[in-house]
């Protein structure tokens, strides 16, 4: 461990409050509640409806404040603000910078990156990184999608999976034997077809052609985005528990993206980590992108020790992945 690293100090998140049923997805495209159950776990999702809010940034704010409110901090002392989302509210300007206005965090550098649903594991590293320099000593992690504004709800090979929601972390500087320990991040981008979402960037930028094609939606070849999904998480777990000397005894918990329950069973059971000892929560948010391992830490923050041995996981778009080890500080 580093003699200066960083540590999460708190854990907020906001979902927003429709509930998107599968016998509601039933009635969009050919599919049953029995069929989205069984083959992907997921019996309800939340969507961010035009009445409630929109864009990223107001469920972020939202997440703000539910860390303000359970760990109090000075907005004003938070240096650097890094949002994760494939989602934002614009090109430009950030919802990170968005964020960061509406929520008090005025004397910070603000900048959203893109890694899918590795994002916020993406981002722990580069925040981590922060700290480590010694130069800054608070970021805010914010890690999440309102993916169900690239969804399309006419495809059922896409649609029951993909939802909303936002999780943000404070990280402060330590000395302290917990927080940051190490991480294996990976992307691969040679085969973009299997898993993209084409309109609206610089290479196809925003038509009437490119929205009759449907290009500003998600599209994936499930089969493929699965196997990857499976090997390239459980790989580097591998890799991350034994150059860490981790024995699966030591492992407290396990934070898989939550992409499909039975991606989630798959990771676990080649760890041979008892399933209680994984985050699981995949049938009531689906697969928020990165916001799915901030979203389970939020949820278990009660649960948690200090000193706790967690992996975290995630693959995505890109390909992205990678795995992290934390040790849990509160
Ligand atoms: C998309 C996914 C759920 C499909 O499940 P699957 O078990 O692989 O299903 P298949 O692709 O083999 O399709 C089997 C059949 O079910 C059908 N099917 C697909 N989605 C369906 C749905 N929502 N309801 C009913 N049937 C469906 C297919 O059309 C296919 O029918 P066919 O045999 O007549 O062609 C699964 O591949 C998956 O979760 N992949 C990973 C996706 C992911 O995690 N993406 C995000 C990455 S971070």
């Known amino acids: 461990m580093n003699q200066v690293h960083a540590v999460i100090t708190g854990v907020g998140a906001y979902v927003p409050q429709y509930r998107l049923s599968n016998d509601e997805l039933s009635n969009m495209v050919e599919t049953s509640d029995e069929w989205i159950v069984k083959r992907i776990g997921i019996k309800e999702r939340r969507v961010l409806k035009p009445e409630e809010g929109c864009g990223v940034s107001y469920l972020a704010v939202k997440a703000i404040e539910d860390l303000q409110q359970k760990h109090p901090f000075d907005p004003a002392e938070i240096e650097v603000v890094v949002f994760a989302t494939s989602t934002p509210d614009y090109s430009l300007p950030s919802s990170a910078a968005l964020t960061a206005a509406q929520t008090g965090m005025t004397n910070a550098f603000c900048f959203d990156m893109e890694a899918a649903c590795s994002g916020f594991i993406y981002a722990l590293d580069v925040a981590n990184g922060f700290i480590a320099s ?30 909303d929601g936002c999780g943000c972390v404070l990280l402060e500087v330590t000395e302290e034997e917990v927080g940051f320990v190490d991480s294996i991040l990976c992307s691969d981008g040679s085969s973009p077809e299997n898993l993209h979402l084409y309109g609206g960037g610089s290479a196809n930028p925003a038509t009437h052609e490119t929205v009759d094609q449907r290009l500003h939606y998600i599209w994936q070849d499930g089969k493929v985005v699965f196997k990857r999904a499976v090997s390239s998480m459980v790989d580097t777990c591998e890799q991350i528990v034994k150059r860490n000397n981790l024995t699966v005894e030591q492992i407290d918990w396990v934070v898989p993206h939550q992409a499909n329950m039975r991606i989630i069973d798959a990771v676990v059971n080649y760890l041979g980590v008892p399933p209680e000892k994984a985050m699981i929560n995949i049938e009531k948010y689906g697969n928020t992108s990165a916001g799915t391992i901030p979203i ?35």
């Not at 020790?305 to 967690?310: E, F, P, R, S, V």
């Not at 992945?321 to 849990?328: D, E, L, Q, R």
């Open 134 to 163: 010694g130069k800054y000593k608070k970021v805010i992690v914010l890690a999440g999608d309102v993916l169900s504004t690239v969804t399309d709800y006419t495809d059922r090979n896409t649609c029951p999976i993909f939802a």
């Open 296 to 330: 389970c830490l939020w949820e278990w923050e009660s649960k948690l020790k200090k000193g706790d041995n967690i992996l975290l996981t995630a693959f995505g778009a890109g390909f992205t992945w990678g795995a992290t080890y934390i040790k849990w500080g509160y």
